[in-house]
């Protein structure tokens, strides 16, 4: 059985940083990419990052871009966000995800709030 299980949300005030670490079990971890994906309150999912299985390659939302990185290890079969320089516009519950044969994997997602 697929289990992605996210950790490491709380809340944090404008500027600070936290770390995201999401745990997978279940399939051959090192063989797909990863991603995290946020959704604040009254708004759409939104892609945050993703990170390609040997994690050569990370992309980024542009409301993230050099403040946001998605790394992993695939020893550890974790993905991780750090997330630095956070705005109030980041308050959100962020989930990982696997997508495998055309179908997509959620954890139960952390939620992120930024305030003061």
């Known amino acids: 059985e697929v289990q992605l299980v996210e950790s490491g949300g709380g809340l944090v005030q404008p500027g600070g940083s936290l770390r995201l670490s999401c745990a997978a079990s279940g399939f051959t971890f090192g063989d797909h990419a990863m991603s995290w994906v946020r959704q604040a309150p009254g708004k759409e999912r939104e892609l945050v990052a993703n990170i390609t299985s040997g994690g050569g390659t990370t992309n980024y939302a542009d409301s993230v871009k050099g403040r946001f990185t998605i790394s992993r290890d695939n020893a550890k079969n974790t993905v991780y966000l750090q997330m630095n320089s956070l705005k109030p516009e980041d308050t959100a519950v962020y989930y990982c995800?696997?997508?495998?044969?055309?179908?997509?994997?959620w954890g139960k997602g952390t939620l992120v709030t930024v305030s003061s």
């Open positions: 995800k696997s997508r495998m044969n055309w179908v997509d994997y």
